[in-house]
């Protein structure tokens, strides 16, 4: 079945960077697009970033754009966020998602918590 | 950008009662709306998407309905395993993605 697992996180410092990956399997990767999506705890969801199943189109969130990187790596079936210039409300669970037929997002990892903190 | 609304912010019901959540676009999505469940700790999880079209596995308590600005998720008689927050989520005009504040469902 498909698994979508998100590493990476942890607490950092404002300013600082941070990478986090999405380990993809039990689906073609290589054939669809990816979504990172985040959520405050206790708050609701965020979409931040999405990329097409080639890499050849990425788009951001008005909150993240010019700080934040997606990225894929398609022979390692991976999907990366690229985070920079981290700022205390971008701490939230961040959460891949694979885009399979439509606009929606079909499946989620169990996520990862990024935590900007001084 | 679309902006999702939904209510009721809670809903408070008896296990056995019916639900109904309504969630608002601030212009059409058509039929771009998917609905999630979320409970704590865990994951999101797709519901219904195409405005009316359950996902794999998804029981037919659930159901969707609605165009243009207006939608409801319907849930028909609770489970002890529905009591969770849900989200609504136009994709008809992106980017951005966009989700509603959610609606959480808790035991009366």
């Known amino acids: 079945q498909v698994q979508l697992v998100e590493s990476g996180g942890g607490v950092v410092q404002p300013g600082g960077s941070l990478r986090l990956s999405c380990a993809a399997s039990?689906?073609?990767?290589?054939?669809?697009?990816m979504h990172w999506v985040r959520q405050v705890p206790g708050k609701g969801l965020e979409w931040v970033a999405f990329i097409r199943y080639d890499g050849s189109n990425t788009y951001y969130g008005d909150s993240v754009k010019g700080r934040f990187t997606i990225s894929r790596d398609n022979s390692k079936n991976t999907l990366y966020l690229q985070m920079n210039s981290l700022r205390g409300d971008d701490t939230a669970v961040y959460y891949c998602?694979?885009?399979?037929?439509?606009?929606?997002?079909?499946?989620w990892g169990q996520g990862t918590l990024v935590s900007v903190s001084s | 950008e679309i902006v999702m609304t939904q209510s009721p912010a809670t809903l408070s019901l008896s296990p056995g009662e019916g639900a109904t959540l309504s969630c608002r676009a601030s212009q059409s999505v058509s039929s771009s709306l998917a609905w999630y469940q979320q409970k704590p700790g865990q994951a999101p999880r797709l519901l219904i998407y195409?405005?009316?079209t359950r996902a794999t596995g998804i029981p037919a308590r659930f159901s969707g309905s609605g165009s243009g600005t207006e939608f409801t998720l319907t849930i028909s008689s609770l489970q002890s395993e529905d009591f969770a927050v849900y989200y609504c989520?136009?994709?008809?005009?992106?980017?951005?993605?966009?989700f509603g504040q959610g609606t959480k469902v808790e035991i009366k």
């Open positions: 998602s694979n885009r399979v037929a439509g606009g929606w997002f079909d499946n």
């Open positions: 989520q136009q994709y008809n005009n992106w980017p951005p993605w966009t």
């Open positions: 039990g689906f073609a990767f290589s054939k669809y697009g």
């Open positions: 195409g405005a009316s």
